[in-house]
């Protein structure tokens, strides 16, 4: 009896965090576990890759956590197919205050919320120290420093970053004014500024280019890491995957040249969700509330450097010290934030291949556009959208 | 064959049980709907109904920056409209919100309340009452009992099979009659389907006989048949089912043939079902050419270290294959693959090997044929011993040359052990999955997919349409099917003359 309540108070919370990231969750578990009266938090890691068909598994199932860290992306998806817990009951305004005001609405999904932000991610310009004196803060800029450092024979290159994927590609699309998906949501795939955006990433993994082929992430850390690579367009993931003693610099993307406008990477905001099965939804939430408020921020800020989402946090010295977490936060400004809808996820593959298609093998722009917009509508059509 | 009159007699009586129930309380839950309703409705329009332990009537929204807050709403309980608090029930809160998009919601808990938010003239009310009588439990005394009567009325009697066959129909006919029929006629018609029961039992009991007397083997088959039923007939069972659902948002609905249609009617399914034999084709071949021509040079007398040839020919089988995916991933990398770099040290051009469907496709099976030949090698190995020496002595003495002992002594007599091992190779090749989702990746265009990885795709990165992966996986069966019905009569045609 006495066990039963005891297993009935425990909030159990699943996440993906590694090395930093994980020593600051559990640090934050063992600070809540120690306050009086409060419901033990659990942590339990699960990898990344597996995270999400676990939950989309377990939870209908009864079998889920009662909370867990995942990327806003899903949310859509999981909100519709009844995984998550709607929980504008819980806040209020001021506590929606202390968010960055774009982490806690890419939480939004159909006039409900469904998670409190704990950080973000997006891409931004690494570029090394020793090969670069000043970053370009145009893309006129990069193709111009990029040619000076490219050597296809010593396999040097100006610039790498992963050319054949949407994730990768979006800044320069979202800088030359294209987009997936309108602010409606309807698809909008061929335009003359995706176009222009694709011929500026054929001209740059092209032959007179500055990107090397073939790019993964893999590739990509051990150019960097080598010397071989002078930029790199990565997320603050890569900054655990730098080389100690590399002397690199984390920048903003650079402004497009023909547009005048910032190179906007796609927002990802990583979140704590609520399962809609969870035991005990007052006391999930209350952990929710823990590890996303100001203190918990700092030390996970601090710990991990993880670009965290609380405003308070940038107001301390030792974070705006950090030149990674502010060139992020920097970023932060010029972001598009990923749709978390069901529809653009059938996005990304088609529009992968209509990258490959010109960047790889330097195919026209506008018939590989086409024929990536007509997939996706086929995909959305058979899906019942 | 008695045991299945049993068994579908026992099923038929579950069935028109659990079916007379779920109408039974349909018919409740339609009751109450319309009582909450009612109830609903004079709520909203600011009557009391002091007798509701819980009914409420939702007012403004307050105003916030944050769209989604507005959903935080304000109620009023309508006995006292001047005290406004907010809702402590997250239940209801959220019930209320879905009621302002949809119109009406009801929410059936576990004990039988029924909580009802309703949209009415310009309100939205919310109700929650105990319908009286909540729903039916299963009523496992009477179902024992009748399988009880049936028991001892099948003891009574013997049957024929005719006689079971006819009581297994009358059950079905008296099944349907009960789900679909009038209330108050149900139950009778139900109790007289027992002697239908009777005799179906009676059918049983042979079957039950042999069960006791081959106990001890039975008792043996049960792990691995448990095994086989959990690991391999339920997937089955549930991919089979599958194949005629729909997925969406996390429903499923029932579409027919729906998904299969979809399939057979897109000419993408016929161009990757064409790559899938071509690859399917070319790898075993190669395999089989390999491992045969390795496993003949092995038993030359001449090769010295035989043993160490042969583990390290072994080898790429005993490692994982993804690993070995990766690894010759990167070894056709354009730029650092160590492929590229022996070419353009040679004097040759480097090959971009997965811009093009040949060399893509040709990168595939160089990887596959790594990891496949070992295994044809193996038993070409163990085969060649089985042949005996003196044969081949004679063939000579009459003058047979290397060429004619080839075709005339060692492949009719690797046959029997090549054969079966050619069709397990055919199956795991067909079903290829790890080396095309890691070496090629599809590229370029979805063109190397098999319909393995293209059901893969169906399922986890186009939408969820679990449905129609289940039905890839089904047509992908039905063709493996085929080739081993045929394979296997053609050898059996083969080994009679």
């Known amino acids: 009896m006495i066990q039963a309540l005891v297993l009935l108070q425990t909030v159990v919370l699943w996440h993906s965090y590694r090395a930093q990231e994980k020593v600051a969750i559990e640090q934050l578990a063992a600070q809540w576990n120690a306050l009086p009266d409060v419901p033990r938090l659990e942590l339990l890691a699960v990898p990344y890759d597996a995270l999400a068909d676990k939950i989309t598994a377990a939870v209908p199932r009864g079998h889920g956590p009662d909370l867990f860290i995942f990327a806003h992306d899903r949310i859509g998806d999981w909100a519709e197919s009844k995984i998550l817990e709607p929980i504008e009951f819980f806040v209020d305004e001021p506590l929606c205050d202390r968010f960055l005001r774009k982490t806690i609405d890419a939480l939004a999904y159909g006039d409900s919320l469904y998670g409190l932000p704990l950080a973000y991610k997006s891409t931004a310009l690494f570029y090394n120290k020793a090969l670069i004196a000043r970053p370009p803060a145009t893309t006129a800029e990069l193709y111009e420093i990029g040619r000076r450092l490219t050597d296809r024979r010593a396999g040097r290159f100006g610039l790498v970053y992963e050319n054949t994927r949407l994730y990768f590609h979006a800044p320069f699309l979202h800088g030359y004014g294209g987009e997936v998906f309108d602010p409606q949501g309807r698809l909008h795939v061929t335009t003359p500024e995706a176009v222009r955006a694709l011929a500026y990433a054929r001209l740059l993994g092209g032959p007179d280019g500055i990107v090397p082929p073939e790019t993964s992430g893999i590739l990509l850390a051990t150019l960097f890491n080598e010397g071989k690579a002078a930029m790199v367009v990565a997320g603050p993931w890569f900054v655990g995957e730098v080389r100690p003693g590399l002397s690199y610099g984390v920048v903003p993307l650079p402004v497009v040249s023909e547009t005048g406008r910032r190179a906007a990477p796609f927002l990802g905001v ?28 700092l030390l996970r800020a601090r710990v991990a450097r993880q670009p965290v989402a609380n405003q308070a946090a940038y107001r301390d010295g030792r974070v705006l010290r950090d030149p990674i977490l502010a060139a992020f936060r920097q970023q932060l400004d010029w972001t598009r934030t990923m749709p978390g809808t069901p529809e653009m996820r059938m996005a990304w593959s088609p529009y992968d291949m209509a990258l490959v298609q010109v960047v790889a093998f330097g195919g026209a722009p506008e018939p590989a556009l086409r024929e990536a917009e007509q997939k996706i509508q086929a995909y959305l059509r058979g899906a019942g959208r | 064959m008695k045991l299945c009159y049993a068994v579908g007699a026992l099923a038929i009586v579950l069935a028109a049980t659990l079916g007379f129930l779920r109408q039974r309380n349909q018919d409740a839950e339609t009751r109450a709907l319309t009582q909450a309703r009612a109830l609903a409705a004079d709520v909203a329009a600011r009557r009391p109904h002091p007798e509701l332990a819980f009914a409420a009537v939702v007012g403004e929204p307050p105003a916030s920056k944050y769209p989604f807050l507005r959903k935080r709403r304000w109620l009023l309980h309508p006995e006292a409209a001047r005290v406004g608090r907010a809702v402590d029930d997250k239940d209801a809160h959220d019930l209320v919100a879905q009621a302002q998009r949809a119109g009406e919601v009801a929410r059936f808990a576990d004990d039988g309340t029924l909580t009802l938010a309703l949209r009415a003239g310009g309100a939205t009310a919310i109700v929650r009452l105990r319908p009286p009588g909540g729903k039916q439990p299963l009523p496992w005394g009477w179902l024992l009992l009748a399988i009880g009567l049936g028991g001892a009325l099948a003891a009574a009697g013997r049957g024929r099979a005719l006689a079971g066959a006819a009581g297994l129909a009358l059950c079905a006919a008296i099944c349907a009659t009960m789900v679909a029929g009038p209330g108050s006629a149900r139950l009778l018609v139900g109790l007289a389907a027992l002697p239908g029961l009777a005799l179906c039992w009676a059918h049983a009991r042979g079957a039950l006989a042999g069960l006791g007397r081959h106990g001890f083997a039975y008792a043996y088959v049960t792990p691995a048949g448990l095994g086989l039923l959990v690991l391999v007939l339920v997937p089955f069972a549930v991919g089979c089912v599958l194949g005629f659902f729909d997925h969406a948002r996390g429903r499923y609905t029932f579409v027919g043939f729906g998904n299969f249609r979809e399939i057979l009617g897109s000419a993408e399914f016929y161009a990757t079902l064409a790559v899938t034999i071509a690859w399917t084709a070319v790898n075993v071949l190669l395999h089989v050419a390999i491992g045969l021509a390795l496993a003949l040079a092995l038993r030359e007398p001449w090769v010295r270290l035989r043993g160490l040839f042969r583990v390290l020919l072994i080898l790429p089988w005993a490692v994982p294959n993804y690993i070995t995916a990766l690894l010759w991933k990167g070894m056709f990398h354009q730029q650092y693959g160590a492929i590229n ?26 990887t596959n044929t790594w990891l496949g030949f070992p295994f044809m090698m193996v038993v070409c190995l163990g085969a060649l011993q089985s042949i005996p020496r003196e044969v081949y002595e004679a063939a000579a003495v009459d003058g047979a040359g290397s060429v004619a002992r080839f075709f005339r002594i060692t492949l009719p007599l690797l046959r029997p052990a090549l054969v079966p091992a050619v069709i397990i190779g055919s199956i795991w090749t067909f079903n290829q999955f790890n080396i095309i989702y890691l070496v090629s990746e599809g590229k370029p265009g979805g063109s190397t997919d098999i319909l393995i990885t293209e059901a893969y795709r169906w399922a986890f990165e186009r939408g969820e349409r679990y449905g129609l992966a289940a039905a890839y996986g089904l047509i992908i069966f039905l063709v493996l099917f085929a080739f081993c019905m045929l394979a296997t009569r053609k050898r059996r045609a083969a080994e009679v003359t």
């Not at chain 1, 990583?270 to 921020?297: G, N, Q, W």
């Not at chain 2, 770099?341 to 160089?366: D, E, K, Q, Y």
């Open chain 1, 270 to 297: 990583e979140a704590v969700l609520m399962s809609a099965r969870a035991r005990d939804k007052t006391a999930a939430f209350r952990v929710m509330e823990f590890l996303t408020s100001d203190a918990a921020a």
């Open chain 2, 341 to 366: 770099t022996i070419l353009s040290a040679c004097g040759l051009a480097r090959v971009s090997w997965f811009s093009g469907f040949v060399p893509a496709f040709a990168a595939n099976v160089v």
